[in-house]
């Protein structure tokens, strides 16, 4: 009987000894899942004045395009945060501009592509930037500060869809 209650005590210590180091590898694993969790911050990046911003695109700078209202809420303009400044990219004469959504926005260089409402009705009643306006809308790069209207492809209306590193730009997918 002694021999029994000794074997079995024997056990348990052998059992518990080869269970700590487990314990201790599940713990290392852990806390190596632990160490991969990504942590985020989040960052209220402001408006042009009114009530609404969004950003619609980041490059590897921490830089992103998108759009805001102005005062009022009258009018959209295209955006750039940069370095925690907000910059109105303005328009060429209409009342709303804007960065197209799902486009990588801006390139590495700062630089943002997009389109904007001229003050002409379009012919065709179309509404191709989107504002409501039914106003030509024309494609437009900003470099260095400076806004600058595009050509279209043939039609009365264009979106630059992207901006690559080059400061190349292409037509977004709505081409009228």
């Known amino acids: 009987m002694k021999s029994r209650t000794l074997i079995s005590k024997v056990t348990i210590v052998v059992l518990a000894a080869l269970s700590i180091p487990l314990g201790l590898e599940a713990q290392q694993q852990q806390q190596q899942k632990a160490a991969k969790v990504r942590h985020y ?102 470099k260095e500060g400076v806004l600058t209207a595009l050509p279209t492809l043939g039609g009365n209306n264009g979106i630059a869809g992207e901006i690559n590193n080059r400061g190349q730009t292409g037509p977004d997918s709505r081409i009228s």
């Open 41 to 142: 911050t989040v960052t209220d990046l402001g408006t042009l004045g009114g009530t609404y911003s969004e950003a619609v695109g980041i490059n590897n700078n921490r830089s992103m395009a998108g759009r805001s209202t102005i005062p009022g809420d009258v009018a959209e303009h295209a955006t750039l945060w940069r370095h925690g400044v907000i910059s109105d990219l303005g328009t060429l004469g209409g009342p709303n501009s804007v960065v197209p959504e799902a486009e990588p926005q801006p390139n590495e260089r700062g630089e943002v592509a997009g389109g904007f409402d001229t003050t002409v009705p379009d012919p065709n009643g179309e509404d191709f930037c989107g504002f409501g306006t039914h106003l030509i809308c024309l494609p437009f790069v900003w």
